[in-house]
């Protein structure tokens, strides 16, 4: 599929989502911030507890995960989460390792052996990865919150304008 329909496809999909700016623009940003963590074999069970837990648009956070983490962002997601995690924990983790376990990932096995060739990597890995991803997510949460905000809440105000005028 070109790029310009899949923007379109998901410019639609947010368009069509229902419920509060508030809560579509949280789930929305709960979407962004774990799309960009580097922990792909959680992201949906994740997205649905967070969503649950705070009483945000789950629908709005899987749409945001999508479009955030696919087979176009996620390397460079992990490769910038390594050198933030590097950087700002007292591990060290290399490029050659993670890259391995992405290749498998890639393959697409099963949830239980993505799990499990992350689980291999061990504790320090994961400190810099969850560290360094975390940081390199939160500027982007933060920016997909009020941007969504302002799409969902032109939405709402352009149904109430139809409404009023029919």
Known sequence: MNPKRLSRLYYLKF???QGSPQSLAK???IGTFLGIT???PLHTVLVIIVTLLTRTSTVAAFLATLVVCNPLTYVAQYYFSIIIGNAVTPYHFNWERMKAV???LIANP???ESLQTFVN???EAAI???VGGSILALPFSIASYFLSLRFFIKIQDKKRQKHILH
């Open 102 to 104: 992405l290749d498998i």
């Open 121 to 123: 990597l061990g504790v």
């Open 110 to 112: 099963g949830f239980a």
């Open 15 to 17: 368009k069509r989502l």
């Open 38 to 40: 580097p922990i792909i």
């Open 128 to 130: 810099v990865l969850v």
């Open 27 to 29: 789930g929305t940003a």
